[in-house]
């Protein structure tokens, strides 16, 4: 029994780790799919209409079913709040990062959006929401690791090196690569492109912020999700037809678009809003976004296979570093975890006698009392006629 209940905690330990880690892989993939999507011509804009439309439609009937004993109560704040969430998320955020996408390349766009760490923490410290204490070790080792990351990406960005000729990618040098490259980008280009996604991470930054707040007066997860996808679609419609005036950019059809649209919204808002919830609500905002650069990594090995991509020896050199960043702030949040888990603990009385009666902690008192409760109710919901 007793080693049931350490492998039970064990992977409730593990739990997080491995969600944010598919959360990535499902992100690498909306990457790849999204840029064939947007060098066929599709409008960024009506994609991100059809991306929430999807997300809406797959996840408001879970919500509607599934919480609707436990929704809260919509207050105005909450509402603007959540109207705020679909403005940052779905139109800026979204908008931003397709055009940033569009104007570079996969690998590229991941690698600037490996900045979302270092904007998400040092926008948590200065909401006081982490706590940056340099005289502890974990703080530094957040801070260290985020630096770290961010320089990785910077040298992925600047330095190229020679091409790394890869087992798999032996037998694509002889086809004709479907990503344009670097160098036939003009530098205008390229430095829009590189804004706007600089421009996106911010806002990704802020929904995760805002997020976070949010969760704690607005508990139902799924209700939250979705209500913020469909403000977003609402939103994103009224952008597009400011920003496109042709009705023809609606049309979609049994292509690489639709499935563009339906994989980004199903898996990359609805479930992947969803997961980064409940974990933020552990974990906190920074721990979620501190798995971002493995996103990069993964897209640069199926950008290889899938985009025939070519891997540079500075895009080995920056992953090295961002992995050893990655880990230096997952053992800081670690470490922190661990502390808080620690001073929950309650201490016994001082005073009390050692072979005297064992002292009943409030925290006990309160978790008999809650479990009181719900047995009483239980018994006069089952008496009920």
Partial sequence: MENQGCFSNFIDRCKPYMAMISLQFGYAGMNIITKVSLNRGMSHYVLVVYRHA??????????????????????????????????LGPVIDQNFYYAGLKFTSPTFSCAMSNMLPAMTFVMAVLCRMEKLDMRKVRCQAKLVGTV????????????????????????????????????????????????????ATFAWASLFILQAITMKKYSAHLSLTAMVVFL??????????????????????????????????????????????????????????????????????????????????????????????????????????????????????????????????????????IEMQKAAAKLSSINRP
């Fill in 54 to 87: 999807f997300a809406t439609a797959v996840i408001a009937p879970f919500a509607i079913i599934l919480e609707r004993k436990v929704r809260p109560k919509m207050t105005f704040r909450i509402f603007i709040q959540l109207f705020i969430l679909g403005l």
């Fill in 148 to 199: 770290v990351t961010v320089a990785g990406a910077m040298l992925m960005t600047l330095y190229k090196g020679p091409i790394l000729e890869m087992v798999w990618t032996k037998h694509l040098n002889s086809r004709k690569s479907t990503m344009p490259e670097n160098n036939g980008n003009s530098d205008k280009d390229w430095v829009k492109g590189s804004i706007l996604l600089i421009i």
């Fill in 232 to 369: 977003g679609t609402l939103q994103s419609i009224a952008v597009t037809f400011v920003m496109e005036h042709s009705t023809s950019v609606w049309s979609i059809g049994w292509d690489v678009n639709l499935l563009a649209a339906a994989y980004a919204g199903i898996v990359s808002s609805s479930i992947a809003y969803y997961v980064q919830g409940l974990v933020m609500q552990k974990r906190g905002p920074v721990f979620v976004t501190a798995f971002s650069p493995l996103m990069m990594i993964i897209v640069a090995i199926m950008g290889s296979f899938i985009l025939s991509e070519k891997i540079y020896l500075g895009g080995v050199l920056g992953a090295v570093l961002i992995v050893a960043g990655l880990y230096s702030v997952l053992w800081g949040k670690y470490r922190e975890y661990k502390e808080r888990e620690a001073e929950a603990i309650p201490e016994p009385i001082k005073g009390a006698d050692e072979n005297g009666p064992t002292i009943t902690m409030i925290e006990d008192i309160d978790e008999n009392d």
